[in-house]
């Protein structure tokens, strides 16, 4: 399950300790943003693991509804993630098939794998602006 530390002011997901052992497989979705049509935005976030020996599996997705059937627009996809001191992903992206705005949520999918923790924060969503030729 994804936690929120208070402390770091980052969320994170550590590895299941039962004797088990079950991969992770564990969805945080987020509250609902407004995207326009026709606009690119950039999709950011920090991110870390706490070793890079134990690299970690996870992907952000965009979709219509907190559900993961209607998460279908892949952002960012992370199959072997071995950053222990951190660093900032990003990702632009249009929003798929809206004809003005519509009201769309990111969810992150961990497939934590190995025997580590994850750590995840600073999330943005950007508009970016279109550049216009120079005046001359």
Known sequence: TWEYDATS????YKYDQSPDKKPGDDW????????????TYRYSMFARVYSAKYPEKFKVLLGTD??????????????????????????????????????????????????STMWLST????????????LR
């Not at 002011?9 to 994170?12: H, P, Q, S």
């Open 9 to 12: 002011k980052r969320v994170y």
């Open 66 to 115: 907190a559900n993961p059937a209607a998460m279908t627009t892949e952002l960012l996809k992370q199959e072997d993630y071995k950053n222990a001191t951190g660093e900032k992903l990003q990702q632009t992206f249009q929003p798929m098939a809206i004809t003005t705005w519509a009201s769309m949520l990111i969810a992150i999918l961990t497939c934590i794998v190995s025997t």
């Open 28 to 39: 945080m979705i987020s509250p609902r943003i407004a995207l326009k049509a026709g606009v």
């Open 123 to 134: 999330f943005s969503t950007t508009m970016l602006l279109r550049q216009f030729p120079a």
